[in-house]
């Protein structure tokens, strides 16, 4: 998700929701029409535009059912267990046997989909953790402990790409890319976008 909303620009709950029905495949540059999108109730229309960069990382989580969540926690916490799984040394005979651990009644169960929160919460679980790894392998290492990987959220990869994009390619691609709008779309608008759109994304994306 981090990869794809660096590389596309794409808001935060715009990763969370994309779906392999929602994409546009047929060109070189694909399209991704968002469900729902922040300026929808403007009456905009919302393109991301994905490059090869993006195309990337998504085409392994295109392979399943059209309507299905592309990044999901329910996905993403079975593969955490299988590999905790892997890694485990006590027998099958002794101890606890896959999926016998488990709470009843959780307070929270991994959905279909990630929302902003959860988005953001999972970076900031992931920053502390490797933070917690580096400062072992220092203390392990005998050195000082490295300066801490400082928090961050998903919106700063959407400024990144945004102010990158400006850097290279100038304000009116950044808004295009970005999606950002201040008027009622027009065809002609429309069609300058599409074009722009494109050519910034075989380049960065």
Not at 54 to 80: I, M, T
């Amino acid at each position: 998700m981090v990869r794809f909303e660096r590389s596309t620009g794409c808001r935060p709950a715009e990763v969370c929701v994309i779906r392999p029905m929602d994409i546009d495949r047929s060109g070189e540059v694909w399209r991704y029409y968002p469900d729902s999108h922040k300026t929808e109730h403007f009456g905009h229309k919302r393109v991301v535009y994905i490059g090869p960069k993006g195309q990337d990382v998504l085409g392994k989580y295109l392979q399943r059912p059209e309507d299905a969540y592309c990044f999901s926690p329910r996905e993403a916490e079975q593969q955490r267990l299988e590999a905790l799984h892997e890694k485990r040394r006590t027998p099958l005979s002794c101890g606890n046997r896959p999926g016998s651990n488990r709470r009843r009644w959780p307070k929270r169960r991994a959905g279909d989909r990630y929302k902003s929160a959860s988005y953001r919460r999972a970076i900031e679980r992931a920053v502390q953790k490797l933070n917690k790894h580096l400062a072992e392998q220092a203390k392990k290492a005998g050195e000082p402990a490295p300066e801490p990987v400082p928090k961050w959220t998903p919106n700063r990869l959407r400024h990144t790409a945004g102010t990158n994009i400006r850097h290279k390619f100038g304000l009116e691609a950044a808004q295009v890319m970005l999606g950002h709008r201040q008027a009622a779309v027009t065809q002609i608008y429309a069609e300058r976008d599409e074009k722009l759109g494109i050519e910034v994304a075989k380049k960065i994306g």
